[in-house]
Nanobody
Framework: HVQLVESGGGLVQAGGSLRLSCAASGLTFSSLTMGWFRQAPGKEREFVAAISSNSENTYYADSVKGRFTISRDNAKNTVYLQMNSLKPEDTAVYYC????????????WGQGTQVTVSS
């Protein structure tokens, strides 16, 4: 019953920006950590960013730190990923997911949204 729907991807030139959204339903969104992951062609899925339930804590992969910002609007059951200074190596399918505890895996993967950064 958990549904995570990613949107906002597209084609952008290097140096450009995109804002991804993940709309959540079927879960107690405001109490859960949310994360963004990506999977590039020929690569395994990698962690991008995460945000705690009350937005107190955020975490970023080194590869995106300083360029990406994760945020959430609990009233809208939505988590966002603002991506600036995009690089071709950011090209991937981006997924959001939920983590129910610090010791559990992320789950509830949506269909993802494609981000393509051209050089």
């Amino acid at each position: 019953h958990v549904q995570l729907v990613e949107s906002g991807g597209g084609l952008v030139q290097a140096g450009g920006s995109l804002r991804l959204s993940c709309a959540a339903s079927g879960l107690t969104f405001s109490s859960l950590t949310m994360g963004w992951f990506r999977q590039a062609p020929g690569k395994e899925r990698e962690f991008v960013a995460a945000i705690s339930s009350n937005s107190e804590n955020t975490y970023y992969a080194d590869s995106v730190k300083g360029r990406f910002t994760i945020s959430r609007d609990n009233a809208k059951n939505t988590v966002y990923l603002q991506m600036n200074s995009l690089k071709p190596e950011d090209t991937a399918v981006y997924y959001c997911a939920v983590r129910y505890s610090a010791y559990s895996n992320y789950s509830g993967w949506g269909q993802g949204t494609q981000v393509t950064v051209s050089s």
